[in-house]
C-alpha cells in the first residue's frame, strides 16, 4: 500500500519533459498568432523614430516585453537616457514578480536550471495559458517554457516584417487584432471564477488598477491592482 501511494505522489510530482515543451509550443501558437499585428506595429514605430532594422529586432530578443518596448520608443532621443529607459523596462515589467509567485508552488518542484529557463521566457498571455493547464491538471512545467519559446520566436519575427516593410501595411487595427489579446485574457479570467467566494477581490483589484491607470506611473497600475485583489483575498479567505 505504501508503494502504491509513493509511485502515486511521484505520477503527480510536477515534471518538465521535451513533451510538455512541444505540446506548450503546440497549444499555444493559436494565441501567439495574433501577436504578429503587435509586432509589426512595433517594428513600425521603431522605424519611425529612426531605429535601425537590427536594432528593434535585438530589443525584440533581448527585452521581449511589448509595453516595455513600445514605453520606451518615447524615451529613444539622443543621447539616450539608459538610466530611464532601464527604470522605465522595470517599472513595466515588474509585474513578472507576481507573476513568478503564482506560479511557484508548481515551479518549486523542479531543478532549479529548467525552472530558470521556463521563467526567462515569460510573459502574461503564456503565464495566463501555463496557469488554466494547471488548473485543468497540467504537471508538466514544460509547457510554460514551449509556450514561451513560441511566443518569442514569432515576436522576433513580426517585429523584423515590421521594421523591414512595415510601412506598405497599413493600420492593422483595422482588422480588430488590437481587441484579440484583451479577449483572450478576458476568457482566461472568466474561467478561473470558483464563486462568489472571488467577487471581492476580483472587484478590489479591478478598482484599484483602473484608478491607477490615472494616478500611477505607467505599469503600476497592474501590480496596484494584483496586490490589493491579493491582500482583499487573504482577509477574505483567512
Request: proline share 5%.
Amino acid at each position: 500500500m505504501a508503494a502504491q501511494t509513493t509511485a502515486t505522489e511521484s505520477a503527480q510530482r510536477p515534471r518538465f519533459t521535451a513533451k510538455g515543451v512541444w505540446r506548450g509550443c503546440v497549444e499555444i501558437t493559436p494565441i501567439a498568432v495574433f501577436l504578429i499585428p503587435f509586432g509589426i506595429a512595433f517594428g513600425v514605430a521603431a522605424s519611425a523614430k529612426n531605429i535601425p532594422p537590427e536594432v528593434s529586432v535585438l530589443m525584440s530578443i533581448a527585452i521581449y516585453a511589448g509595453a516595455s518596448q513600445f514605453a520606451l520608443l518615447d524615451l529613444w532621443y539622443a543621447p539616450l537616457p539608459l538610466a530611464t529607459l532601464a527604470l522605465t523596462v522595470l517599472a513595466v515589467n515588474a509585474r513578472h514578480i507576481l507573476l513568478g509567485a503564482a506560479l511557484a508552488p508548481w515551479l518549486l518542484q523542479i531543478p532549479v536550471m529548467r525552472r530558470l529557463g521556463a521563467l526567462l521566457w515569460l510573459s502574461d498571455a503564456n503565464f495566463a495559458y501555463a496557469m488554466s493547464a494547471r488548473e485543468r491538471g497540467e504537471i508538466d512545467a514544460g509547457v510554460l517554457f514551449g509556450s514561451g519559446i513560441a511566443m518569442w520566436l514569432i515576436w522576433i519575427a513580426s517585429t523584423a516584417v515590421g521594421a523591414l516593410a512595415g510601412s506598405f501595411l497599413g493600420d492593422l487595427t483595422r482588422f480588430g487584432f488590437d481587441a484579440v489579446m484583451v479577449t483572450y485574457f478576458a476568457a482566461v479570467v472568466v474561467g478561473q471564477w470558483k464563486g462568489a467566494k472571488d467577487l471581492y477581490p476580483w472587484l478590489a483589484a479591478a478598482a484599484v488598477a483602473v484608478i491607477g491607470t490615472y494616478v500611477l506611473p505607467p505599469g503600476w497600475h497592474i501590480i496596484a491592482g494584483a496586490l490589493a485583489g491579493g491582500i482583499v483575498g487573504t482577509w477574505r479567505h483567512g
